[in-house]
Structure formats: C-alpha cells, structure tokens
C-alpha cells in the first residue's frame, strides 16, 4: 500500500445520535434527558411521541412502492401486509425514508480485530467523551453520529479521527 501509515489508537467508536439532534417535530426530549440515549430510552421516546399524538403505527407492513404523483401533488406509497399478503395503496403530502439508523448494533468482522487490544464500543453504547480525555480514538463512519460524536470527543480532548468511506 503506498503511503500508508498506521497509527495506533486506544478506543475505536464504529457508527445513534445525540438526543438534542434525535428528536421528532413538536417534541422536543426533556432537558433532563442524556445526550446520548440508550436504545431503551430512545424507545420509550418513540412510544411517548406515538401516545402523544395519538399515532396508530402499523407493523408488519412491507413497502413495496413509492412515487410522487404529480396529477395529485400526493406521495402513493404501495405496502403489502407480510402476514396476509394484501396490497394497501396510501396517499400522503410527505414521505419520510426511515432506514432503521436506531436498528440493533452493529460491528463488522473486520481482519486482524482480535489483535486490537482497545477498547471497542458501538455508537449506540456511547455516553460522553469524558472518559476519552487525552486517548487516541477512531469514529468509524462520518454520518451524523460519527460527526457529533467526534466532536464531542475532541471537546473533552481527545485526540479523535475520522475514518468514512465515499
């Protein structure tokens, strides 16, 4: 590999967010939450915000089809029900793409990790940089998370990098 240089790090952080970022419209988290939740935590938000405002979610659905239709000016989004099989077609203003960033955690089997004698923690796992004070750590992943979690820790001083794929 030319010019590559390795450098050894203490604790690897692989890429949710922080709260006052992670919240839905019109309900904002408690000032006393922590600014990263735990899974736990994140869910019960979730449940709160759907009681909240009366939301009626619909489970085991599978999106088959969305596209915008302009004679309408509706988003068509085309589901079918994965326990009978029967296609529903809903009409909307707005779409929204969740594509499950608050899904379980998640670390690759990468070559040579069992060497790695640092610590390793998921995004999901992270609290605070406090504790990184003055360690060497690696954010896997540049999306909004990996973002603010570098931030976070280099405010606490760390000596943090940055490693993302384009």
């Known amino acids: 590999m030319d010019n590559f240089s390795k450098e050894e790090v203490e604790v690897v952080v692989v890429g949710a ?3 006052d ?16 939740l735990s899974k736990n935590e994140f869910i019960q938000y979730l449940d ?6 009366n939301i ?9 089809l969305a596209f915008y239709n302009n004679e309408e000016k509706k988003w068509n989004v085309q589901s079918r029900d994965v326990a009978t099989g029967e296609m529903e ?3 909307c203003n707005f ?10 955690s998640y670390i690759p089997k990468v070559v040579g ?4 004698n640092g610590k390793m923690i998921h995004s999901s796992d992270y609290k605070s940089g406090e504790k990184y004070n003055d360690k060497k750590v690696l954010v ?3 999306e909004n998370s990996g973002m603010e979690i570098a931030f976070d820790l280099s405010n606490y001083g760390s000596h943090t990098s940055i490693v993302c794929r384009f």
């Not at 970022?21 to 990263?36: G, R």
């Not at 779409?95 to 379980?104: F, S, V």
């Open 17 to 19: 967010g922080p709260s």
């Open 21 to 36: 970022f992670c919240s839905l419209p019109f309900m904002p988290h408690a000032t006393s939450s922590p600014k990263y």
């Open 48 to 53: 709160e915000y759907v009681r909240h405002f």
């Open 56 to 64: 009626k979610p619909k489970l085991q659905t599978c999106v088959e």
């Open 89 to 91: 077609l809903y009409a």
């Open 95 to 104: 779409l929204n793409l969740a594509t499950g960033e608050n899904n379980e």
């Open 113 to 116: 990790i069992d060497n790695f």
């Open 140 to 142: 896997i992943g540049s």
